[in-house]
């Protein structure tokens, strides 16, 4: 005796029977049913919808258009029944005589007069999953061709599977497609016919047990199917993740290991910064010793031109010849320290240059650390956030600020400022001891 087969879905379930109900899906993927052959599923065909897609989405749009006239008076979350799955098989008679397609669209339109044509959404239709089987007889039979049709569990209470499934519902309904049958092809759908030697009722009610069981049956095996494939994208998902991971944490500790050079770069230029420091201060109290000198040669200058001028404010003076040599020596030291003075003004010129060379060196060694310890952050904050970091171009970006940092801080020829000066100050004094500060009488 042939029945409708309902199946209660929930939005999870419904989605995940995208696999066995999608054109594309059911004759590409590799069912766990082995039932199921590929190479028939161009036999399939579909009613009242192009795909299994379209009408899920014609379902959910359905069932939201019920919710804001009759929202569900409690909140179920993922456990809702917002779909149910009605399967019917074809008549092995009306199979035969290649009337099924027929027989399905009979079958789709009753139940759109049933359900209401608004909460039914598509019929597909299954012709590449038959197998031989043996009934209670021993007969080899064949499976039969049959149509699972999405149909919205729209009742007078709104969106509601336990309401929507009745067994005055199912009865109703298995009358409705049985007489169908008989009006149009002149075969009943549920027999209701006794074996051969009669049966009991209590027999005939056990074999409808069985029917029912066998469904439920079928059911699990389709709902273990779709876990099992389920699962099958779980373990691809982990793997990927695991390979993430494993990449993540190579990038993070190639990440540390240049920090760490960078790190050090960053020290050697703050000693470079220290001892540049060290030699302004002691060049800056050098300085401070030469113009005391030159203030003292100044004011022992303005001495001795007071004495002679003192001596020459008569027209003609008289004085010892050895008076004279020690005027003419007092002279020439006058004369040595002008120049001297002169030249402790333009090194101190030199100095205060170079000083003002090595400040925006400093400055922009402080801004390199900032933007070392902004660029660490804002790394450590994207690997948090994302688990796949690429350091690459951080890393070349640090690398090459540094090296320009560290390239500003000496000469065309490699040599520190310190050393500049020390090698210019050594050539001047030889230049000085060498020279001649001899006067004329």
Not at 248 to 255: F, V
Request: glycine share 6%.
């Amino acid at each position: 005796m042939a029945s409708a087969n309902w199946m209660k879905m929930n939005n999870q379930k419904a989605g995940a029977m995208t696999i066995h109900l999608g054109t594309e899906e059911r004759a590409s993927h590799d069912h766990s049913n082995k039932h199921i052959d590929p190479e028939k599923s161009y036999l399939n065909t579909t009613i009242g919808c192009n795909d299994y897609k379209e009408a899920l989405q014609k379902l959910r749009d359905r069932n939201a258009e019920v919710d804001k006239v009759l929202p569900p008076q409690r909140d179920m979350g993922a456990r809702r029944v917002v779909a149910c799955s009605i399967e019917i098989p074809c008549p092995y008679q009306i199979q035969e005589q290649g009337k099924d397609q027929e027989f399905f669209e009979v079958m789709y339109k009753a139940m759109q007069d049933y359900f209401g044509a608004d909460n039914v959404h598509g019929g597909f239709v299954h012709r590449d999953e038959q197998h031989l089987y043996h009934d209670k007889h021993g007969n080899e039979c064949i499976s039969l061709y049959h149509m699972h049709t999405l149909v919205s569990p729209c009742t007078d209470k709104g969106i509601n599977g336990k309401a929507f499934e009745t067994k005055k519902r199912l009865k109703e309904f298995n009358t409705l497609v049985n007489r169908e049958c008989e009006r149009v092809f002149g075969i009943e759908l549920n027999t209701h016919t006794m074996e051969e030697g009669g049966q009991s009722v209590e027999l005939l009610k056990a074999q409808e047990a069985i029917n029912v069981a066998k469904g439920k049956l079928r059911t699990i095996e389709d709902t273990i199917e779709m876990q099992t494939d389920t699962l099958h994208g779980l373990d691809s998902d982990v793997s990927e993740m695991t390979k993430l991971l494993e990449d993540s944490h190579e990038a993070l500790e190639q990440n540390k290991e240049d920090a760490a050079m960078i790190q050090g770069r960053i020290e050697t230029k703050q000693n470079i910064e220290q001892e540049l420091d060290k030699s302004i201060e002691s060049k800056s109290k050098q300085l401070d010793s030469i113009q005391g000198s030159v203030k003292a040669a100044k004011d022992l200058r303005k001495e001795e031109q007071g004495k002679v001028l003192g001596l020459f404010q008569k027209k003609t003076v008289t004085i010892p010849y050895d008076e004279y040599k020690s005027l003419q020596k007092t002279a020439r030291a006058v004369n040595n320290v002008i120049k001297q003075e002169e030249e402790v003004n333009q090194r101190s010129q030199a100095v205060n240059a170079k000083a003002s060379q090595i400040e925006p060196l400093k400055a922009e060694l402080e801004n390199s650390i900032r933007e070392y310890h902004a660029k660490t952050r804002a790394v450590e904050r994207d690997f948090d956030r994302k688990m796949s970091i690429s350091f690459e171009q951080g890393k070349q970006a640090g690398k090459e600020e540094i090296e320009n940092q560290m390239s500003q801080l000496h000469n065309p020829t490699g040599q520190s400022f310190l050393e500049v000066f020390q090698t210019a100050w050594s050539r001047k004094l030889k230049k000085e001891k060498s020279h001649d500060y001899g006067m004329e009488r």
